[in-house]
Each structure stands twice: as structure tokens, then as C-alpha cells.
């Protein structure tokens, strides 16, 4: 069960919840649901609970990504979902960037009414099979060829797990980039304080009444901390026995799966 006593789960108005590793494992095939979240999620709703996926899901659009949850049983809609392509796209256009894009090829249909001619930042998602040494050496090119480089990386997770085993992230290569070309990149996705903020407003839960419940220790648990929320480590997708030694991020709580955070928070309306 979970540690540390229950004080963590009162006065919650709502719930900001990571995806992959929460409530399924992405993989071949779309990926498989883990057990008891989608009911979970149905619980949630049912409660009057205010419910929003906080995602670095850079590998689909948003459409589509609902699409798949749908489709794995979760009662999810698009405005649900807050995810870093739709933010990166109101980036750009508020700062006139022209991106070009090493992002995997099912996201960049989000990017179709973004001007990418002349590109002048690069923007860097989960490209998976993407990542080739001559895509990320052209996205160096125009970023080293820049009198002021801007590089705009949708998350920065180190790995995530898929149901064949652990997978890098755009982190990986994001550092890659910022080390070969001397710049620092703007992260929108988790863990960026702003990201976390859009979420929240969409939530529309002040971040003392707002949980969140991520498996990535740094990214979900620490970045919500940051921003004054309780957040939750789940023992499922990503997490690792060595996370509960980590010597800065200390989450609110342990628990096994979603289901069992539910249940507790479910239990202290």
C-alpha cells in the first residue's frame, strides 16, 4: 500500500495523470492497457473529480493519440489532453519561429499550419526510427549554421518503457545536440514549469488542490512539485527500485498502480 500516511490525499479537487507507464505500456500493436486503469479513470470521472492527462506523447497527434486510448477502453476526449506539440505550435507562431522538424512522421501533421520554410530553430520530439545519424547531423547543421540557435525539444525524458523493454527518449539526443552546438534547449513538455501551468489552467484546479501521478520520478514527480502540487510515484511503467533513493525528488506517496491511488484518494472525499 501506499507510504508516508493518507495527509496527501485530502482536499483534492483534481488529478493531472502521466500516460504511458500510468495507464498502459506503449508498444507494438498500440501497446497494452495496465491493469485496473481504465476503471480507474472511470472512477475518477464518476467521482466529480476534474481529470487531465499530462503527456510528453510526442509520437501521434493528439487526435489520433485520444484515438488509441479510446480504443484500449479509456473515456478520454482531446481537451482532456495536454500535450507538447499544440504548445510548441503556439510557441512558434507567438515567436514567428519556422521550425524544422526532427520529430517522428505521425506528429508532424500537427505542425501543418506552421510556416517551415527558411527554418530558423529546431524542434526535436520522440522520433524514434527517426533518429538517424543523418537526421540528427542535419538538424546540427542548421542549428550550428544559426547566428542565435534555438532548439525546442518536446520533453526531456531519458528513456520510457515499452512492452519489448526500456527505449531511449528525446532527452538523449536533445543533450547530444545541446553539447555538439552550445546552446541550451527550451523544453515544452514535462518537466517545464509553464507546461505544467497549461495543464493546471485546463484542469482549472489551483496546484494545492491538484495530485499528479507519473512513473518518471524527475520529469512527472518533480516537475509538479516544482509548481506546488502533491505528486504521486507509481510503480509501474519506467520506475525502478533505485527511484526511492533518489537524493533531490521525494514524492508524496508511493503506490503500486493508478488503481490503488484512486482507491485512497476516492476514500478521503
Known amino acids: 500500500m ?27 500493436g498500440g501497446g497494452v492497457p495496465i491493469a485496473g486503469s481504465a476503471e480507474a479513470v472511470r472512477r475518477i470521472k464518476a ?10 506523447e510526442t509520437q501521434a497527434t493528439r487526435e489520433n493519440f485520444v484515438r488509441k486510448l479510446r480504443a484500449m477502453g479509456f473515456d478520454i476526449s482531446a481537451a482532456q489532453v495536454t500535450a507538447p506539440a499544440p504548445a510548441a505550435c503556439r510557441l512558434l507562431r507567438e515567436r514567428g519561429l519556422r521550425p524544422h522538424l526532427l520529430v517522428h512522421d505521425d506528429l508532424v501533421p500537427e ?57 531511449l527518449d528525446v532527452g538523449a539526443y536533445m543533450k547530444a545536440l545541446e553539447y555538439a552546438c552550445d546552446v541550451q534547449a527550451e523544453v515544452v513538455g514535462k518537466p517545464a ?39 504521486l510515484q507509481v510503480r509501474t511503467g519506467k520506475y525502478r527500485p533505485s527511484d526511492e533513493n533518489h537524493p533531490e525528488v521525494k514524492p508524496d506517496a508511493y503506490v503500486n498502480n493508478l488503481a490503488e491511488a484512486v482507491d485512497i484518494i476516492l476514500q478521503e472525499l
Open 2 to 28: 501506499a507510504e508516508r500516511g493518507r495527509g496527501w490525499a485530502r482536499a483534492v479537487r483534481g488529478l493531472l495523470l502521466d500516460v504511458s507507464g500510468v495507464l498502459y505500456d506503449s508498444g507494438a
Open 47 to 56: 467521482s466529480g473529480l476534474k481529470l487531465q492527462l499530462c503527456t510528453n
Open 111 to 167: 505542425f501543418a499550419e506552421i510556416n517551415k520554410t527558411n527554418p530558423n530553430c529546431v524542434v526535436l520530439g520522440d522520433a524514434a526510427e527517426n533518429f538517424t545519424y543523418a537526421n540528427l547531423n542535419e538538424a546540427f547543421r542548421l542549428l550550428i549554421g544559426m547566428e542565435k540557435p534555438v532548439l525546442i525539444s518536446l520533453g526531456k525524458g531519458r528513456y520510457y518503457k515499452e512492452t519489448d523493454g526500456l527505449k
Open 193 to 231: 514549469k509553464t507546461f505544467f501551468e497549461s495543464a493546471l489552467a485546463e484542469l482549472g484546479v489551483p496546484p494545492e488542490q491538484a495530485i499528479m501521478i507519473g512513473d518518471d520520478i524527475v520529469n512527472d514527480v518533480g516537475g509538479a512539485q516544482q509548481c506546488g502540487m502533491r505528486a
